[in-house]
């Protein structure tokens, strides 16, 4: 049963994940990647978990976003917690969690209208 009209219409939104992919309206990609709801920015950082450095998160800090998603791969991995630390002060949330639990995740949050980036890492 459909609980709510949901309008993506617009919206880049995760159509389809797998190993080494995900697909945003139908169109893939295997490069890390930022998604935002009216923007894609390929190639934001170069960078694995174990390399992800302040360069790379102050990128993510300079977004308009209210909450990142940062996506780890097919794990769950944490960055070091010195570069996840200036983002409470900015008023951003921060949630690592893995790539697909990112995507599905996002996709929800874009649906509520939340101003959301998925920051996705690929292994």
Known sequence: MKLHISNTAGLNIFTAYGDGYV???HENYSENLIVL??????GWSTASIDTLCSDDMQKLLALDTEVILLGTGRRLRFPPSALMRPFAPAGIGLEVMDLQAACRTYNILAAEGRKVAAALLFD
Do not use: G
Not at 37 to 42: H, K, L, M, T
């Open 23 to 25: 697909a945003v309206n």
């Open 37 to 42: 709801p009216e923007n894609i920015i390929s």
